[in-house]
């Protein structure tokens, strides 16, 4: 998600910068006076920190791993101003010194990944712990969804700025000057890596830490608990483990045939047939501010249409004549076949289920 | 290959270290090559800040292939005049930039729409003129601003890119802040190598995912908690030692006659890729 130099253009890396600076300005003014003179060291330490998190690997269920961003975690140690802060000068070092992520694409980085990651991470966080006790099994599940929700609005935003740059800037042949996606391929292309692995890092890294934090160290949660979060009456949790998002993600996973109650397809989403059918027709007017749509489809459209013939057509397969049956199926098949191929990945990079581990000493 | 040599598949924690290793590593390859005796090492701070992020600019803002190309050009003179070998150049910016950007820009060879100048063999997927053009435009690009950025960080001490920034109107306490980061960054990252080495010592076989997960969770966690008490008694010493929140930087730069030419050609070459470039 790091956007190297010369994926942007300056314009746009110009008008990135100025939507980061009123939240860069914001959160020093906000943490200054919060702490004065601990300032400087506490965000240099954590910016140091979340440096180093940003290298780790981070092992996901079916044996392949990710690198995390760490920003849901900052967010909810030190608040979204302190996460704002610390992700954007990690950041900073990286693309100064490391050479990952650009130098003129920094202010889009620190917005994309910095504010927008923050503010989501902290905002799914405080919503979902609710009042709850800062050793509550509902801390951890609201810390894993805060990570997997931070790190796909913060791809959204990376992929709109790609996807709009070819609409923006060509050059007299027609030829894309920067990144050369539109929006309808940048913006899939994004959040399919991460709403599968990049998202799951963040989610697994989060919780994770967050459960180890509620056993070990639990005064580092305090500070973004909210009004009842100092109630540590709760037992703490024997063994922490993924099962409440694995449950989260089932619960998504059953309400996605919601899609069935949806009247229409979605808007550009039309069938060559449709611009010919008068009933279709008015649907697309309609949906498309009263604009008329062009007498015959466009020729584009009409000969890229046949090129591939998906095996669930429309989310409906051929042998169910029920288009109910065949989208609540097909949710579940889309689902099952990418778990199926980071498994199978996984495989064959040689993550196979090794032998146990045996500790010699200590833990 | 015998079965005896054959390599075994590395693990998790060894990954892990690699990745650390290879940071601290890189760190020390930089520490080397800023004492080399070449053009830019010779050069104030804020002349290289202002010059390099002004042909990274001139780059960005180039709508044609050769001036691209031309700037590419430019930084590797410049790489060779400061003594960095194009072998360094290859392993440390060009083949990683290289394999990423193409990777990114490979499919839009073929997605761009335009005029059509070939189709591949047995597939007969349409190659369009406009496709191949975005394709070396971005390549181009990617290489030569990042080859830019290499030269500043491999000529310059990290302490002084940062104090340079004042140059930039950088608020003072942001470059403070930049600097300690940097100097508890190689500290966590041995910190954090020290962890996995420790595991990886008192570990036989391999772990289990579950295993995996739950040592990444932790090691993270034990790292918050060392930077957090860290930071704690970093204030402390700064307190004892004055610190009342105000930050002051010694600037004890000076230009030279060679700085101020340098200045000069920099920023008129950065001048001149724009106009040509646009």
């Known amino acids: 998600m790091h956007i190297p130099d010369g994926y942007l253009s300056p314009a746009t890396c110009a008008a990135l910068y100025a939507g980061a600076a009123p939240f860069w300005y914001v959160a020093l003014r906000r943490i200054r006076s919060a702490l004065h003179t601990r300032l400087v060291p506490l965000l240099s330490l954590f910016a140091a920190f979340s440096f180093v998190v940003m290298m780790f690997n981070i092992p996901l269920p079916g044996g392949s791993t990710g690198h995390a961003v760490g920003v849901a975690l900052a967010a909810i140690v030190l608040g979204p101003s302190g996460s704002i802060l610390a992700v954007s000068i990690a950041l900073a070092i990286q693309a100064f010194f ?185 649907a697309i007017a309609a949906a498309s501010l009263d604009r008329q749509p062009p007498a015959r489809a466009p020729r584009g459209l009409d000969r890229l249409s046949t090129v591939w013939t998906a095996p669930f057509p429309d989310y409906a397969p051929r042998f169910l004549r029920s288009a109910t049956i065949g989208y609540l199926l097909s949710a579940m098949f889309g689902v099952g076949l990418v778990i199926l191929a980071v498994t199978a990945v996984a495989w064959m990079a040689g993550g196979r289920k090794p032998p146990d581990a045996v500790e010699t000493a200590g833990t | 290959m015998s079965r005896l040599t054959k390599r075994r598949p590395r693990g998790y924690l060894e990954r892990t270290l690699d990745v650390l290793h290879g940071a601290i590593d890189r760190t020390l390859a930089a520490e080397l090559t800023v004492s080399r005796r070449g053009l830019l090492q010779r050069l104030d701070p804020r002349v290289k800040v202002v010059g390099l992020l002004s042909l990274i600019a001139a780059v960005a803002l180039a709508r044609n292939a050769p001036t691209m190309a031309a700037m590419l050009g430019l930084a590797t003179i410049l790489a060779a005049l400061s003594r960095l070998t194009p072998a360094l150049l290859l392993s440390t910016v060009w083949i990683g930039t290289f394999v990423f950007t193409a990777a990114l820009a490979g499919p839009a060879i073929f997605l761009t729409p335009g005029r059509v100048t070939l189709r591949l063999p047995l597939l007969g997927w349409p190659v369009t003129a406009q496709g191949l053009t975005t394709a070396l435009y971005l390549i181009l690009r990617v290489e030569a601003a990042a080859t830019f950025g290499f030269l500043l960080v491999f000529t310059t001490p990290w302490a002084h890119v940062l104090k340079a920034l004042r140059a930039l109107r950088v608020p003072v306490v942001v470059v403070v802040v930049l600097g300690m980061t940097y100097r508890y960054v190689l500290l966590l990252l041995e910190s954090a190598s020290e962890m996995f080495e420790a595991r990886r010592s008192r570990t036989v076989g391999s772990l289990a995912g579950t295993d995996r997960r739950r040592l990444a969770a932790a090691s993270v966690g034990v790292l918050l908690s060392k930077a957090l008490h860290l930071s704690g008694e970093v204030f402390l010493a700064m307190q004892a030692r004055g610190f009342r929140g105000e930050v002051y930087l010694l600037d004890e730069f000076r230009m030279t006659a060679l700085d101020w030419t340098a200045l000069g050609s920099l920023v008129v070459t950065a001048a001149v890729a724009i106009w040509v470039g646009r």
């Open chain 1, 98 to 282: 490391f050479g990952d992520g650009g130098i003129t694409a920094l202010g889009a980085n620190s917005l994309n990944m910095g504010v927008v990651g923050s503010l989501v991470a902290f905002g799914v966080y405080r919503l979902i712990a609710g009042r709850s006790a800062l050793t509550s099994r509902r801390r951890f599940v609201a810390a894993g969804l805060a990570g997997y929700a931070a790190v796909n609005a913060a791809a959204f935003f990376t992929a709109v700025e790609f996807g709009i740059q070819p609409m923006l800037y060509q050059d007299a042949s027609g030829a894309p000057l920067y990144c050369p996606y539109p929006l309808s391929i940048a913006v899939p292309a994004m959040m399919i890596g991460h709403m599968t692995v990049a998202g799951l890092a963040e989610m697994v890294l989060t919780a994770g830490v967050v459960a180890y934090l509620q056993r070990s160290d639990v005064g580092l949660l305090r500070r973004t608990a909210g009004p009842a979060g100092d109630d540590d009456s709760a037992p703490l949790p024997e063994r922490a483990t993924l099962r409440p998002l694995w449950i989260a993600l089932g619960v998504l996973l059953v309400l996605t045939p919601l899609g069935v109650l949806a009247a229409g397809s979605a808007w550009g989403e039309w069938a060559p047939s449709a611009f010919g059918d008068p009933a279709s027709r008015q």
